[in-house]
């Protein structure tokens, strides 16, 4: 049976949650029988690789940190020259122990690998791998870019606009004064390559001394910040996508998140009783969400166009936001892997995590054969061309 590497950690503001996914993981794997090897990123980008690692309880001691950094820790390094095909890692200062992986599960979020910087080693070493591919994990970890996309598609969507850290500098007061003239009412200020609802904050328009301390604190968070009027009398509702090994779509229940704040916020997500987004907080956690029945088939069409519009692969979770007074269905983010694979919802509407699990495997094998149809070489006469006179003229 072939050998899966869990990855996650990686030097993010997401670290502990990548964490949490990443032990569910490994403990769903090794329920079905799956040979697992726990990948642990440190937050200063070091490789670990132990069975150690594969336990939440290890992380969950106040003093793991230090445990990492004792010496006789198993600190690994990849094997670039014979990871082909695999991934060979090596323990630092051993000759001869190796550890090899045959599929990846990257279980990160947010920068340095959600977004699709590991993606790209695993295609460039050739390796199968779970979830999203590069270009869809790039545009779904981008706000901006997602809100783009759906505009040039038609995809009603929040009024939005965005600035980088740089302009925001240079010339303050008239981006402020472009924010007033085009956005109006309350507006929530977002780093648009981070999830989780970290540095993001609700401010009235009006309010200028506030509105300009939350960008600065977006700013601190990332080099871009997003601007988007807030809807008011909202619900906040997600809905998962599955593709299965022929490219078909499922789509999930549609889930209602009835917090009481203006803002769907880490605490909210994570930490009050248990976690909305772990699938603990039972008394603001609704699904089906109370909705009609052709909002739902609208939210759960448009979470399927959404998939195939950002050319996701195996699994996401697109959030929409919804108007009770107007009745109009607002497409918010995606999310390329989402946190625990959102296996409550997944329950709820019929499918064990081990069956969404197994889906993933197969989906991501069939994607793995579907690459070796394409060709990635071409034979050209270039290179015996660059030697001669004539190219050499047309090139001087």
């Known amino acids: 049976m072939q050998t899966i590497g869990v990855f996650f950690g990686s030097r993010s503001p997401e670290h502990d949650i990548s964490i949490i996914t990443g032990e569910f993981v490994i403990a769903e794997l090794k329920k079905l029988g799956y040979p697992v090897v726990p990948i642990y990123l440190g937050k200063k980008g070091e490789w670990y690789v132990s069975e150690t690692l594969g336990k939440l309880a290890f992380f969950t001691q106040p003093n793991f940190e230090v445990e990492l950094g004792k010496n006789n820790f198993e600190k690994y390094f990849l094997d670039l020259e014979t990871s082909h095909g695999k991934l060979v890692f090596r323990r630092k200062g051993i000759t001869g122990r190796e550890v090899v992986v045959d599929i990846a599960f990257p279980a990160l979020h947010g920068a340095n690998g959600e977004d699709g910087t590991i993606q790209g080693l695993f295609e460039l070493l050739d390796v199968p791998y779970i979830g999203c591919g590069v270009p869809a994990s790039a545009i779904a970890m981008d706000k901006v870019l997602t809100k783009e996309l759906y505009t040039a598609a038609g995809i009603a969507t929040t009024p939005f606009i965005y600035f980088s850290r740089s ?6 007061e008239a981006l402020l004064a472009d924010m007033q003239a085009k956005l109006q ?5 977002k780093p648009p390559h981070l999830g989780s609802s970290i540095g993001i904050a609700k401010v009235k328009a009006n309010d200028v001394a506030t509105l300009e301390e939350k960008i600065d604190v977006a700013l601190h ?15 906040d509702l997600t809905c998962a996508v599955l593709e299965n090994s022929e490219n078909e779509l499922t789509a999930s229940l549609v889930q209602e998140s009835a917090f009481q704040s203006d803002l769907f916020d880490f605490a909210g997500k994570y930490l009050n009783e248990g976690g909305a987004q772990l699938g603990k907080d039972e008394q603001n956690i609704i699904i089906p969400a109370r909705l009609s029945e052709e909002i739902t088939n609208q939210i759960q069409t448009n979470a399927k166009t959404i998939f195939r519009l950002v050319g996701a692969s195996g699994i996401a979770r697109i959030d929409f936001l919804f108007d009770r007074k ?31 699990i197994k889906q993933l495997f197969a989906c991501a094998l069939a994607r793995q054969t579907k690459k070796k149809e394409t060709i990635s070489t071409f034979a050209s006469s270039v290179l015996q061309e660059a030697g001669s006179l004539k190219l050499w003229r047309k090139q001087n």
């Open 221 to 235: 968070y990332d080099d871009t910040v997003l601007i988007e009027e807030a809807v008011e009398n909202v619900m």
């Open 185 to 189: 009412g309350a507006l929530f200020v």
């Open 326 to 356: 107007t009745e109009k269905l607002y497409a918010n983010e995606v999310n390329p892997l989402p946190g625990t694979l959102y296996h409550h919802l997944w329950k709820a509407s019929g499918f064990e995590i081990g069956d969404v």
């Open 167 to 172: 302009d925001w500098n240079k010339k303050r």
